[in-house]
T-cell receptor, first 112, second 114 residues
Framework: SQQGEEDPQALSIQEGENATMNCSYK?????LQWYRQNSGRGLVHLIL?????REKHSGRLRVTLDTSKKSSSLLITASRAADTASYFC????????????FGSGTRLQVQP | DSGVTQTPKHLITATGQRVTLRCSPR?????VYWYQQSLDQGLQFLIQ???????AKGNILERFSAQQFPDLHSELNLSSLELGDSALYFC?????????????FGPGTRLTVL
């Protein structure tokens, strides 16, 4: 079953614009991670935010976490055509099996 | 390049057959995770091995099994294949026991069952 659900399912923007993707999850977590997947390729880890953190930055990426709302957002600033990919959030649940549970993903298309 | 390798890249087989997918983790990583990615089910965790022992189990069918060898490479065996088993199969690795830490993914094996 999916722990995280991304929103929107698909997003199309122009180069230079910002892209925001949201993730909602159901259970309490240790951390939340964002991964990127180019079409049919392996997933690449982007950023990890722990449950006691509210915001984290990495280059053009900004991730926020609101544990009270069980939600996270990924902002990609000044997007490039090379950012075209699917983006997944993955949660590490606080209880039970210590394994990542992935959301359904957001497909981002950046038009040159 | 994550350092995780998977073979083969593509596999085409028939229903009822058995296949073996292979994964070599990053140097120094003791944990290997297997995932199945399909259009209808998304990315599903199947199973984790740590230093040769099964550590966590996800949505893995009884027709599927895995093992991790002393050199830490892992194999995922899929038997009595059905059309619905067609998917991308990924392995991932990391150093420790904790499945919730950052995982490093291989390029995947695309399985097509005809």
């Amino acid at each position: 079953s999916q722990q995280g659900e991304e929103d929107p399912q698909a997003l199309s923007i122009q180069e230079g614009e910002n892209a925001t993707m949201n993730c909602s999850y159901k259970t309490s977590i240790n951390n939340l991670q964002w991964y990127r997947q180019n079409s049919g390729r392996g997933l690449v880890h982007l950023i990890l935010i722990r449950s006691n953190e509210r915001e984290k930055h990495s280059g053009r990426l900004r991730v926020t976490l609101d544990t009270s709302k069980k939600s996270s957002s990924l902002l990609i600033t000044a997007s490039r055509a090379a950012d075209t990919a699917s983006y997944f959030c993955a949660t590490d649940a606080l209880a039970g099996r210590r394994a990542l549970t992935f959301g359904s993903g957001t497909r981002l298309q950046v038009q040159p | 390049d994550s350092g995780v390798t998977q073979t083969p890249k593509h596999l085409i087989t028939a229903t009822g057959q058995r296949v073996t997918l292979r994964c070599s983790p990053r140097s120094g990583d003791l944990s290997v995770y297997w995932y199945q990615q399909s259009l209808d089910q998304g990315l599903q965790f199947l199973i984790q091995y740590y230093n040769g022992e099964e550590r966590a189990k996800g949505n893995i069918l009884e027709r599927f099994s895995a093992q991790q060898f002393p050199d830490l490479h892992s194999e995922l065996n899929l038997s009595s294949l059905e059309l619905g088993d067609s998917a991308l199969y990924f392995c991932a690795s990391n150093k420790g026991l904790a499945g919730g830490d950052t995982q490093y993914f291989g390029p995947g094996t695309r399985l097509t069952v005809l």
